[in-house]
């Protein structure tokens, strides 16, 4: 992995979540219909890089925020605490 994909990219910078997704795809696709200059490759791929970090922060945090939602559940006694219990 590198270096990019493990820094944080800082909030007031990141993208929505759908914004940098969108742009992922285009960067990927333009970067599989080939015909442009190595440059302007590696410029892509290095956005890309940036991109992915932005969707997997954003997914990070979503996924902490339901295990906080279901812990919480679990904690006042939810429906999600019976089937722990049973499961």
Do not use: H, N
Request: glycine share 10%; charged share 35%; with cysteine.
């Amino acid at each position: 992995m590198s270096e990019q994909q493990t820094a944080s990219v800082p909030e007031d910078e990141a993208p929505a979540y759908e914004q940098a997704r969108d742009e992922l795809i285009e960067v990927v696709r333009r970067l599989e219909t080939g015909g442009i200059t190595l440059e302007e490759s590696l410029a892509l791929w290095e956005r890309g890089e940036r991109l992915a970090v932005v969707c997997e922060q954003w997914l990070d945090g979503a996924r902490a925020r339901l295990d906080a939602a279901v812990r919480a559940g679990a904690a006042d006694g939810g429906p999600d605490a019976s089937a722990e219990r049973d499961g």
